[in-house]
């Protein structure tokens, strides 16, 4: 049983910064297609922040490029998303996400609010 699940989340001011955290159980961040982070505003439909594909190539929403980070642990089996300069925009629930070659698996989702 592949589980997901993800921490980090919280409110913080614009400007400011934050770590989301995706714990993998059930499969292997190594071994793992793709990995990545989307988010979901409220009234709009769920889309790719960012992406790390067959391993090393990495993949990020033009709006966040520069200001947010993709990595992987795989000793730790984690999936982190380090966000800096936050701005009200990037207000959303997060999703961590798992494409092992064969399913996708998601988190459970953890909310992001940037005040201005």
């Known amino acids: 049983q592949v589980q997901l699940v993800e921490s980090g989340g919280g409110l913080v001011q614009a400007g400011g910064s934050l770590t989301l955290s995706c714990a993998v159980s059930?499969?292997?961040?190594?071994?793992?297609?793709?990995i990545g982070w989307y988010r979901q505003a409220p009234g709009k439909q769920r889309e790719l922040v960012a992406t790390?594909?067959?391993?090393?190539?990495?993949n990020y929403k033009d709006s966040v490029k520069g200001r947010f980070t993709i990595s992987r642990d795989n000793t730790k089996n984690t999936v982190d998303l380090q966000m800096s300069s936050l701005k009200p925009e990037d207000t959303a629930v997060y999703y961590c996400?798992?494409?092992?070659?064969?399913?996708?698996?998601w988190g459970q989702g953890t909310q992001v609010t940037v005040s201005s």
């Open positions: 059930g499969t292997t961040t190594s071994s793992s297609k793709r």
């Open positions: 790390i594909i067959s391993g090393s190539s990495t």
């Open positions: 996400n798992i494409y092992t070659g064969l399913q996708d698996y």
